[in-house]
């Protein structure tokens, strides 16, 4: 079955550092890849999104993720965190014939000043 | 502009009183669905529905109905609610499968 797992329920970081959010997925085939990052009182909104090709994706925001087949992974990555990056991100899945996506539970951002 | 509009946003209400959330999208998406974000759950797909007139169970479907008589709108329709269908609801559209998902603002419920 395909599952998504962000391992890390909160994270936090300096405004101005490096951020990383860790996802891997579970998927027989070549999955379909997506980021969305939730503001509070907002909807979901697209980060990027990977599908096949180049395996380094460039999403809004500054941010980017990579694809890595053999990690089962696709973590999302920016050099430098803003204040206004202070979101919850999930990570998802999409599983081919079937219509779904699967989300991950979510990785809650906080930035301090 | 491209939306997905969900009404009402926030709703209080008593167990066993008849709701619906509605979800109407401006894209002419044929794919739509619902989902319920619970705290430490992440997001869980409700009901899908392909096209018109075509829906099916996600993951988490009891308790709930929906509806799909006109390609823009998805109504999400509780019969009887109860305190444990408490959450934040997203409607969600995209154009094909595995294309990205365009989701509305969200509507918080709140059973009591």
């Not at chain 1, 925001?61 to 430098?80: C, T, V, Y």
């Not at chain 2, 007139?53 to 006109?70: A, L």
Request: charged share 20%; glycine share 8%; net charge positive.
């Amino acid at each position: 079955a395909q599952s998504v797992t962000q391992p890390d329920i909160h994270i936090t970081v300096s405004e101005g550092a490096s951020l990383e959010l860790r996802c891997n997925y579970s998927y027989g085939a070549t999955p379909y890849l997506f980021w969305y990052v939730q503001s509070p009182g907002q909807g979901l909104q697209l980060l990027l999104k990977y599908f096949s090709g180049d395996t380094l994706v460039q999403g809004i925001k500054g941010f980017e993720a990579e694809f890595k087949r053999s990690q089962s992974s696709f973590n999302l990555r920016k050099p430098s965190v803003h204040w206004s990056d202070a979101a919850e991100y999930f990570c998802a899945v999409g599983a081919s014939g079937t219509y779904k996506y699967i989300f991950g539970t979510g990785t809650r951002l906080k930035v301090l000043a | 502009e491209a939306q997905v509009t969900q009404n009402p946003r926030y709703l209080i209400t008593v167990t066993g009183k008849k709701l619906t959330v509605t979800c109407s999208q401006n894209m002419n998406h044929e794919y739509m669905s619902w989902y319920r974000q619970d705290p430490g759950l992440g997001l869980r797909q409700i009901y899908y529905s392909m096209n018109v007139e075509v829906t099916d169970k996600g993951d988490v479907p009891e308790g709930y109905k929906v509806s799909r008589k006109e390609k823009r709108n998805f109504p999400l329709i509780l019969e009887s609610p109860s305190p444990n269908q408490t959450s934040l609801y997203f409607c969600a559209s995209r154009k094909w499968e595995n294309t990205e998902a365009f989701f509305g603002q969200g509507t918080r419920l709140t059973v009591v």
